[in-house]
């Protein structure tokens, strides 16, 4: 097996830049179809964010405002972050819970192909995924709610949550690599929604309990929540900076444990 990882290790190496880069892009494509054929992904990764918009940005307190932010515009910015979590952990954790499972995954490894094109298609697929959600949200409101933003606020808004996909898409690989392909569901809604409720994205932060909104500092929810809210002038707590790089650390600490995980199988495979 040793040898065989040696020859495959020289034909990745030998490749030209190009060839790689078609290589992940068309890795990039065929996992967005797969995840575009999963009903059950699809669904409700895309439209759970966009009932609780509808129902409690746009029925329930469309006239209300939150820290001087019209509703339906703050809550853009909470249930896009609640959406961008969602995609990003069911896309990456599930998916690679379940090709581990299956043993889909070794079969990847075994090919020729790229080592980490697996991964980066899955991180781009939930990056698409994530923007679908926002873009959505954004639809909704400008149609139903009233939502009135400049080019430029929108686009940062819409740049900023998609980039926020990233830190989670890193947590759903290192759930992936120690989820099975039936508990994996599970232990993201363990993870998923409480940090939603405890993050201020259902409920303003500034109505949280005492306790909760200590909680919520430490929870990168909450962070890239801010940074949207920024965005749209509503949002508090500490520079933006602080934001980012909050993001930045749980991203290399996640990447730090889904390589653990890589590792623990790939001496599986060819130990």
């Not at 939150?66 to 249930?79: D, E, L, N």
């Not at 889904?258 to 790939?266: L, M, S």
Request: proline share 6%; aromatic share 12%.
């Amino acid at each position: 097996m040793s040898t065989a990882a040696a020859v495959l290790t020289n034909t990745q190496s030998e490749r030209s830049p190009s060839s790689n880069l078609t290589i992940y892009l068309k890795e990039a494509k065929y996992e967005f179809l797969k995840s575009l054929r999963l009903r059950v992904y699809t669904v409700s990764v895309i439209s759970f964010p966009l009932m609780f918009y509808v129902l409690f940005g746009l029925v329930l307190n469309a006239k209300e405002s939150i820290s001087g932010t019209q509703v339906p515009t703050y809550m853009i910015a909470t249930f896009g972050t609640f959406g961008v979590m969602g995609a990003s952990l069911f896309g990456t954790a599930s998916g690679l819970a379940s090709d581990r499972g299956l043993g889909w995954l070794q079969v990847k490894r075994a090919s020729p192909m790229p080592p980490f094109a697996y991964f980066v298609a899955k991180v781009l697929v939930s990056m698409g995924f994530s923007a679908i959600v926002v873009l959505l949200l954004m639809v909704l409101g400008i149609s139903f709610g009233g939502v009135r933003m400049p080019i430029t606020e929108t686009v940062k808004l819409v740049a900023t949550l998609v980039a926020g996909s990233i830190p989670f898409s890193a947590m759903g690989l290192a759930l992936g690599y120690f989820t099975g392909p039936n508990s994996a569901p599970a232990a993201i809604n363990l993870i998923y929604l409480p940090m939603s409720a405890c993050s201020g994205l259902w409920m303003p932060y500034m109505f949280l309990p005492k306790f909760m909104q200590q909680i919520a500092l430490a929870l990168p929810p909450f962070h890239l929540s801010q940074l949207a809210l920024g965005t749209v002038g509503a949002g508090f707590q500490q520079s933006t900076a602080t934001h980012w790089e909050v993001l930045l650390a749980f991203t290399l600490i996640c990447l730090g444990i889904a390589r653990i995980g890589f590792q623990r199988d790939k001496g599986k495979l060819y130990g």
